[in-house]
């Protein structure tokens, strides 16, 4: 059974869900932002494209509300990029409530250059995947476990 909490710091989410190892959940989620501007909202930062953002119009800090039906282990991963944003690149984040949660809220305390608004490129959330009870046991290939494999 694959454990939680023992991902390497600064893997890669994108390699880690490749492997199997976790899988992307922000879809599961209901999500809200403090503020945007039209057309930069919410469905930019899941949409998996890093040409696109998530602006905020308001004063800070700059909130992301992700909450989920039921309490879910979760990891985060944020994609910012300064070479393109500049003053609009957080440079201080506070992720609360993070873990086992309903919710987590990312709160974006402060900008590069002390910009007002934001870009946020990405926001990936993740779960460990666990191993279901079938998988601990070893698959069954001999040709006396073969012939009672299906049910009639």
Same mark, same amino acid.
């Given at each position: 059974m694959t454990t939680p909490n023992k991902t390497p710091p600064g893997a890669d989410p994108k390699q880690l869900e490749r492997t199997g190892t976790v899988r992307e959940i922000g879809s599961q989620a209901v999500w809200?932002?403090?503020?945007? *501007?039209?057309g930069f909202g919410v469905d930019q930062l899941q949409d998996d494209n890093l040409e696109t953002y998530w602006q905020s119009d308001g004063s800070q800090p700059h909130l992301v509300n992700i909450q989920f039906r039921r309490k879910t282990t979760v990891k985060t991963c944020i994609c910012s990029d300064? *070479?393109?944003d500049e003053s609009y690149t957080p440079s201080k984040i506070s992720v609360r409530k993070? %873990?086992?949660?309903?919710? %987590?809220q990312i709160a974006i305390?402060?900008?590069? /250059?002390?910009? #007002? &608004?934001?870009?946020?490129? /990405?926001? *990936?959330?993740?779960?460990?995947?666990?191993?279901?009870?079938?998988? *601990?046991?070893? #698959?069954?290939?001999?040709? &006396?476990? =073969? =012939?009672?494999?299906?049910? #009639?």
């Open positions: 809200s932002l403090s503020s945007c *501007k039209p300064y *070479k393109s993070p %873990i086992r949660t309903f919710m %987590i305390l402060a900008n590069h /250059q002390n910009g #007002r &608004d934001l870009h946020m490129r /990405q926001i *990936k959330i993740y779960t460990p995947v666990e191993e279901s009870s079938i998988g *601990k046991f070893p #698959r069954c290939t001999t040709i &006396d476990f =073969m =012939m009672y494999r299906s049910i #009639r």
